[in-house]
């Protein structure tokens, strides 16, 4: 059975930091891309960042430059480093492994408030 499971969300002040992390089970990890997405009341799930197989990343542009993605095959794990944090970073943040099939975490909620 495959399980991604997010943690590390919480409630954070505007310009704070928080790491998201998802393990994985059930699944080859090092095969898969890992990416993690977004979906903010209202609003269609956008993708935040990627994370290849070869440790090639890449961004959405609302978050470049203040969002890290990386990944530790050895622990199944898939991180977010998240800096800096606005308002419009409120959202629930889900992984999502693909390679041969798509799979999504349950998500955490990640809300940035004074």
């Known amino acids: 059975q495959v399980q991604l499971v997010e943690s590390g969300g919480g409630l954070v002040q505007p310009g704070g930091s928080l790491r998201l992390s998802c393990a994985a089970s059930?699944?080859?990890?090092?095969?898969?891309?890992m990416a993690w997405y977004r979906q903010a009341p209202g609003k269609q799930r956008e993708l935040v960042a990627i994370?290849?197989?070869?440790?090639?990343?890449n961004y959405g542009d609302s978050v470049r430059g203040r969002f890290i993605i990386s990944r530790d095959n050895a622990e199944k794990t898939v991180y977010l480093q998240m800096n800096s944090l606005n308002a419009e970073d409120t959202a629930v943040y889900y992984c999502?492994?693909?390679?041969?099939?798509?799979?999504w975490g349950q998500g955490t909620q990640v809300t940035v408030s004074s």
């Open positions: 999502n492994a693909r390679f041969a099939r798509e799979y």
């Open positions: 994370i290849s197989r070869d440790g090639s990343t």
């Open positions: 059930g699944i080859t990890f090092s095969l898969y891309a």
